[in-house]
């Protein structure tokens, strides 16, 4: 093996060990919901070829080498053994063929940001820290058709996520797009702690406190300086995961 398939191989299994330990994670935070809804992560610069979870695996019990290597130009990928469900395949491999930037996606139905979603104006309104953070770099679909397994529903998806990273799937959930597992898991997991914020300030029938625009712009740029949190976040929950 030469020294850049052997370097290669590394960047990979370590993808595989993030991504899988995201899925259990997400778990124990509450987020899993049944053997369904996925994670990938690319591994090729086009985002043609990426990671994604086994179809109805449970996300509790997820390891690097279960993880399925797919290429989104295959279709025959679809007959091969755990293939993923048509879901997983028409919205991950659209994005990631559509999205090539976005190295790793996330998507789940996490409590807050699902009741967020299913608001009739589901814009993240910037009323403190972690609102803010989203500000500007959020994206909204709200033409929700029941589940996403048409190639056409990827297109809109992609196409309605732009140049954000951030999806509010309006009826439906969220979709985090990073550069890596660990600073798309740490937007998965403030976008939670956001959403929750405005819930509650939602449920008490009193007007919000929003922030000016120059105010939520100038909070988003202050997040930047501490995008390392991620790696250090990410990190600790990892270490405190139990064996499989």
């Known amino acids: 093996m030469n020294q850049c398939v052997a370097v290669d191989s590394m960047i990979q299994d370590a993808l595989r060990e993030d ?17 369904g809804n996925h994670f990938s992560a690319a ?25 399925l290597h797919l290429d989104s130009n295959d279709e025959a990928a679809l007959e091969g053994p755990n293939a ?39 814009t993240v309104v910037p009323i403190d820290n972690n ?6 770099r959020t ?30 799937m309006g009826n439906h959930g969220v979709t985090i797009v990073g550069e890596t597992v660990a600073a798309a898991f740490e937007d998965l997991y403030f976008f939670e702690k956001a959403a929750q914020t405005l819930i509650l300030a939602y449920s008490t029938g009193q007007p919000l406190a929003v922030l000016s625009d120059a105010v939520a712009q100038n909070t988003a740029d202050g997040w930047r300086p501490y995008a390392g949190m991620a790696d250090k976040h990410f990190a600790f929950l990892k270490n405190g995961l139990p064996p499989l």
């Open 139 to 168: 994206a909204y679909d709200l033409e929700f058709g029941g589940i996403a397994d048409a190639t056409e529903e990827g297109e809109r998806l992609a196409q309605s996520l732009g140049d954000k990273t951030v999806l509010v």
């Open 43 to 67: 591994t090729s610069v086009d985002g043609a070829k990426f990671l994604l979870n086994p179809k109805w695996q449970h996300f509790a019990t997820i390891g690097p080498d279960d993880l």
């Open 131 to 136: 609102t803010a953070r989203f500000y500007g």
């Open 19 to 35: 991504l899988a330990a995201a899925f259990r994670i997400c778990h124990q935070l509450g987020w899993s919901e049944s053997v």
């Open 84 to 122: 993923p469900d048509a879901s997983a395949w028409c919205v991950h491999g659209t994005l990631h063929r559509k999205k090539p930037d976005a190295k790793v996606i996330l998507h789940c139905h996490s409590p807050y940001a699902t009741a967020l979603a299913c608001l009739k104006d589901p």
